[in-house]
């Protein structure tokens, strides 16, 4: 029997929070990919709202009883990561042109480093352009509404982190919708 090996690709990034824009990207991905890896950076320098450990909880729930996309986490060269994956792709998403300057020159720099692994883009929905992982936070902080922007886990888990102090005034006003 001929049996086709799995093509496998990595999608890297610090998903603090993961957002609706990624999850697009990774939907498209799995229509070009059998399986994919979302690898999280452990960067130690970065202060993130959720750490390391809680990205991997929030991604797996979002990804429940899907095979074929698994969870990771990664340090030191994101090439290396992926060789050691088992993964010759690197899938980075793109919402805008001012994306592609920063993706450009990772791309180039991860090429040099190996260049046996590609990078492609892949350009999410018009209506995710301007969502981001930093704004995601800063306007749900705010007190403004983040839902149709992030999977409802990230919703709930955002809400647990600001405690019950912040979340019994707005559960008592209802959150602006963004637009
Ligand atoms: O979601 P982000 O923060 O845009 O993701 C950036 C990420 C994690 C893809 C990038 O910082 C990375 O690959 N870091 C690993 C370190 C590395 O390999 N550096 C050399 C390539 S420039």
Redesign the pocket.
Known sequence: MNRKAKSLAVF????DPITNGHIDIVARALSVFDELVIAI?N?ADKRPLFSVEERVEIIREAYRGNPRVRVDT?S????DYAMKAGASVIV?GLRAISDFEFEF??AL??RR?NPGIETIFIMAAEGYSYVS?RLVKEVFQLGGSVRELVPPVVERRLGEKQGPASIAPQSRRRRRRVR
């Open positions: 890297p990034g610090s998903f950076l960067n990664f030191g060269l994101l090439v980075r020159q990772l720099m991860n480093l992982s």
